[in-house]
């Protein structure tokens, strides 16, 4: 696998996750066993991480997410998007940093987010 390839799982992913497809998600692109995040809310390990995201899924079931930039070295990716929870909401900023193995598998992920305030100071706006 290549750069490009783990951009396309990394964006594939995310994508599937947003639409509900969690199993499915995890099925195609996490190391269930040996993988690795490093969500602080979370308790660790992979199947933590995916009970966290159904829950999501339940409470948040119309969620978008628009990607603004995958950028790729070697086998990590990060994932700048736009995930808008709800109608009229005006979401947040993420960023995703997937480590992946030979086979195109997510063996570690990191995340961070900010809430878009309507009333930022700074006139260039969240994107």
């Known amino acids: 696998m290549n750069v490009d390839d783990y951009k396309s799982n990394a964006v594939n992913f995310l994508e599937l996750v947003v639409q509900g497809k969690i199993d499915e998600a995890s099925e195609k692109y996490l190391d269930i066993e040996n ?3 490093h969500n602080l809310f979370f308790e660790s390990g992979f ?3 995916l009970k966290a995201m159904q ?3 339940v409470s948040f079931p119309h969620k978008k997410m ?3 930039n995958v950028i790729g070295e070697g086998n990590m990716v990060a994932v700048h998007g736009h ?3 709800k109608p009229g909401d005006l979401g947040y900023i993420l960023v995703h940093i997937f480590r992946f193995d ?3 598998k997510i063996i570690e992920m ?3 987010g900010q809430e878009i305030q309507k009333d930022s100071p700074n006139e260039d ?3």
Do not use: A, R, Y
């Open 83 to 85: 995930v808008i929870h």
């Open 125 to 127: 706006g969240p994107f």
């Open 110 to 112: 990191w995340d961070s």
């Open 102 to 104: 030979n086979h195109g």
């Open 35 to 37: 993988g690795k995040h």
């Open 66 to 68: 628009i990607v603004k």
């Open 47 to 49: 199947p933590h991480l």
């Open 55 to 57: 829950e999501n899924q």
